[in-house]
């Protein structure tokens, strides 16, 4: 049985190959977003069948359940009734919305591991998950709002120098926990973790102007990918790792591609600063 | 060391999918940028797989797991069907156009 899960995850990794390929070429590009999208219910499909061999509790199978009706018929109606110029803000709280899932798996295993103790370097993995989904949950928040126009640039340098000082917090507490120089459990860690990168999801995207936002999300979206990533090494579940993956080096080189569209550079639009001689690029 | 021997597939796996991830949609078309980005969100959605394998692991009466693990497959799903549904959407306008 389990080999028979395998080979259809074997399978719809293919499809998401195949139909990153043949989004990416105009004639197919329909056929490209068919063909990942059925690989996709594939996999959720034998994912849900494995988990009921597995002897799923009933409750959490009907919650299981139930969030994916709701999931499938709300998704549906966003799309449907968007209008054709607020599709990319669209596509950002979707986004938003897999990082929040990122999220929330870091923190509900961190509470698990009260009772079981893992790995250091899967209690770093699942910390890494939690840190890049949540800060891509802000983020694409706070794109979604500028690009509906609810929410205004704001270029202060105040919160540049705050989105800094969170970076750094983060980074130095994972350091710091690596060598295991924090006298703090992983569960308190984690909440702390989360904060931070929630904040810093939001100062990091405040000051980029509303222009660049198509560039930003298009990051943001890599991020989830790698988020998707590390979260598939914790369960060592290899078309979480391959997807994710996917979509982080697809998204990054389509960032790269957006911008050179742009005639921008990837730095200035982090940056938030508009280029002063916008023909020397 | 070890840790680099026993994790060595793991590696090779990474490397290869990152190369073909970059090298499969490296000919993009400037047109077809947001689609892409959409279709690749909806990929990105595969997470709903590790929430769907948490949610194994939730004890039924750890009431507060059960509810964030509902809300992960929640918004898994709606990262899947909403990134899937609109990226058929805005392809559905391309051709509408050219025709």
Same mark, same amino acid.
Request: with cysteine; glycine share 12%.
């Given at each position: 049985?389990?080999?028979?899960?395998?080979?259809?995850?074997?399978?719809?990794?293919?499809?998401?190959?195949?139909?990153?390929?043949?989004? %990416? %070429?105009?004639?197919?590009?329909?056929?490209?977003?068919?063909?990942?999208?059925?690989?996709?219910?594939?996999?959720?499909?034998?994912?849900?069948?494995?988990?009921?061999?597995?002897?799923?509790?009933?409750?959490?199978?009907?919650?299981? +359940?139930?969030?994916?009706?709701?999931?499938?018929?709300?998704?549906?109606?966003?799309?449907?009734?968007?209008?054709?110029?607020?599709?990319?803000? +669209?596509?950002?709280?979707?986004?938003?919305?897999?990082?929040?899932?990122?999220?929330?798996?870091?923190?509900?295993?961190?509470?698990?591991?009260?009772?079981?103790?893992?790995?250091?370097?899967?209690?770093?993995?699942?910390?890494?998950?939690?840190?890049?989904?949540?800060?891509?949950?802000?983020?694409?928040?706070?794109?979604?709002?500028?690009?509906?126009?609810?929410?205004?640039?704001?270029?202060?340098?105040?919160?540049?120098?705050?989105?800094?000082?969170?970076?750094?917090?983060?980074?130095? +507490?994972?350091?710091?926990?690596?060598?295991?120089?924090?006298?703090?459990?992983?569960?308190?860690?984690?909440?702390?973790?989360?904060?931070?990168?929630?904040?810093?999801?939001?100062?990091?995207?405040?000051?980029?102007?509303?222009?660049?936002?198509?560039?930003?999300?298009?990051?943001?979206? %890599?991020?989830?990918?790698?988020?998707?990533?590390?979260?598939?090494?914790?369960?060592?579940?290899?078309?979480?790792?391959?997807?994710?993956?996917?979509?982080?080096?697809?998204?990054?080189?389509?960032?790269?591609?957006?911008?050179?569209?742009?005639?921008?550079?990837?730095?200035?639009?982090?940056?938030?600063?508009?280029?002063?001689?916008?023909?020397?690029? | 060391?070890?840790?680099?021997?026993?994790?060595?597939?793991?590696?090779?796996?990474?490397?290869?999918? @990152?190369?073909?991830?970059?090298?499969?949609?490296?000919? #993009?078309?400037?047109?077809?940028? *947001?689609?892409?980005?959409?279709?690749?969100?909806?990929?990105?959605? #595969?997470? @709903?797989?590790?929430?769907?394998?948490?949610?194994?692991?939730?004890?039924?009466?750890?009431? @507060?797991?059960? *509810? @964030?693990?509902?809300?992960? #497959?929640?918004?898994?799903?709606?990262?899947?069907?909403?990134?899937?549904? #609109?990226?058929?959407?805005?392809?559905?306008?391309?051709?509408?156009?050219?025709?």
């Amino acid at each position: 049985m389990a080999a028979f899960i395998d080979a259809g995850y074997f399978v719809a990794t293919l499809t998401f190959v195949g139909g990153l390929k043949f989004l %990416s %070429s105009p004639a197919k590009a329909k056929s490209g977003n068919i063909l990942a999208a059925i690989g996709m219910t594939l996999a959720v499909g034998l994912t849900f069948y494995s988990a009921l061999t597995n002897a799923l509790p009933a409750i959490n199978m009907m919650i299981i +359940l139930g969030a994916i009706g709701i999931g499938t018929v709300v998704g549906k109606l966003m799309s449907s009734r968007v209008e054709m110029t607020g599709m990319p803000q +669209l596509v950002s709280l979707f986004n938003a919305m897999g990082g929040g899932c990122a999220m929330l798996l870091g923190i509900i295993e961190g509470q698990q591991v009260g009772v079981s103790s893992l790995p250091l370097n899967v209690q770093l993995l699942l910390a890494g998950g939690l840190v890049i989904g949540a800060a891509s949950l802000t983020g694409s928040m706070v794109a979604y709002f500028k690009l509906a126009g609810k929410l205004k640039d704001n270029r202060n340098r105040a919160l540049i120098y705050m989105a800094r000082t969170s970076l750094v917090l983060i980074l130095g +507490l994972l350091i710091a926990f690596s060598f295991g120089l924090l006298p703090m459990s992983f569960v308190n860690l984690i909440y702390i973790l989360a904060f931070l990168s929630l904040l810093y999801g939001v100062l990091f995207v405040w000051p980029i102007g509303g222009a660049d936002m198509p560039v930003v999300i298009s990051l943001l979206n %890599s991020l989830t990918g790698v988020a998707t990533a590390l979260a598939g090494l914790v369960y060592a579940n290899k078309i979480m790792i391959a997807g994710g993956i996917f979509v982080g080096a697809a998204g990054l080189l389509l960032t790269l591609l957006m911008c050179k569209a742009m005639n921008r550079s990837l730095l200035k639009v982090l940056a938030g600063t508009f280029a002063k001689g916008k023909g020397a690029a | 060391m070890e840790f680099i021997n026993q994790n060595l597939d793991t590696f090779y796996f990474i490397a290869l999918c @990152l190369f073909l991830g970059i090298e499969v949609i490296a000919n #993009v078309p400037a047109i077809l940028h *947001t689609p892409l980005m959409s279709g690749a969100n909806a990929i990105s959605g #595969v997470i @709903l797989i590790g929430a769907i394998i948490i949610m194994l692991k939730v004890e039924p009466t750890d009431y @507060l797991s059960l *509810t @964030l693990g509902g809300l992960a #497959v929640l918004l898994g799903t709606l990262n899947i069907a909403g990134g899937f549904f #609109v990226t058929g959407r805005m392809l559905a306008m391309f051709s509408t156009k050219k025709k």
